[in-house]
């Protein structure tokens, strides 16, 4: 299947720092990508919608100001968490869409963990 | 009520084991219907895909979806501890939301 990776894998930071996370298709082009967040035993929530080349989508819910998405090409799409606090700590996990004629489906990056103290 | 419907288990069985899971949904316009298995701490891997109804086999994995009764299914036959994970279901129609809708997750434990 196709590949998509994240780093960092896990980051430890300060209250009030920012944070970027990278999410790369690798061998395939992704025009959408989407973030999402888990916390301990739950199910994915989905955060917003990446599209390449224009704004993200939000969820309801989810602040644009605080989670800055950036799409800026067809391999690659970025979540900054900005002045993260430590409610902010949690499982971040994003997908890529991949189109092949009919066939549509998402492959899962491995996640990133954050930590916020 | 959730548009995807999954019991989160835990589900404990022994090893070798025929495991079914399931889910059900309300929405009639989904099309795709995909499984995803998620270890503890890792993202979730793509394990089945299927485009509307049919089943659908790899190695030991079945997956099965009835749109008549808006019910999913995926079968494990001779489980291994190794398949102890979170099961997830997923869908999405042809138009419209691009996203997946997700179930909560089934927990799966299998005893060697």
């Known amino acids: 299947g196709a590949v998509v990776s994240q780093h960092p894998s896990w980051v430890i930071c300060k209250s009030g720092t920012s944070v970027k996370i990278e999410c790369r298709s690798l061998?395939?082009?992704?025009?959408?990508m989407f973030w999402y967040r888990q916390f301990p035993k739950q199910s994915l929530m989905l955060m917003a919608t990446?599209?390449?080349?224009?704004?993200?989508?939000?969820e309801q819910g989810v602040e644009k100001d605080k989670f800055l998405i950036n799409h800026a090409s067809l391999t690659l799409s970025t979540l900054t968490v900005t002045s993260a606090h430590p409610e902010d700590s949690s499982f971040y996990i994003c997908?890529?869409?991949?189109?092949?004629?009919?066939?549509?489906?998402?492959?899962f990056g491995p996640g990133t963990r954050l930590l916020v103290l | 009520q959730k548009e995807v419907e999954q019991d989160p288990g835990p589900l404990s069985v022994p090893e070798g084991a025929i495991v079914s899971l399931n889910c059900t949904y309300s929405?009639?316009?989904?099309?795709?219907f995909m499984w995803y298995r998620q270890y503890s701490r890792k993202g979730p891997e793509l394990l089945m895909y299927?485009?509307?109804?049919g089943n659908k086999e790899d190695g030991r994995f079945t997956a099965q979806v009835d749109k008549s009764s808006k019910y999913i299914s995926l079968f494990i036959r001779d489980s291994q501890p190794s398949d102890s994970a979170t099961y997830l279901c997923?869908?999405?129609?042809?138009?419209?939301?691009?996203?997946?809708?997700f179930g909560s997750g089934t927990r799966l434990q299998v005893q060697p």
């Open positions: 997908s890529a869409r991949e189109r092949t004629g009919l066939q549509e489906t998402q492959y």
């Open positions: 061998d395939f082009q992704a025009t959408t």
């Open positions: 990446s599209n390449e080349g224009s704004k993200a989508t939000y």
């Open positions: 929405n009639s316009a989904f099309q795709y």
């Open positions: 299927t485009y509307s109804s």
């Open positions: 997923a869908m999405k129609g042809d138009t419209g939301r691009r996203a997946l809708t």
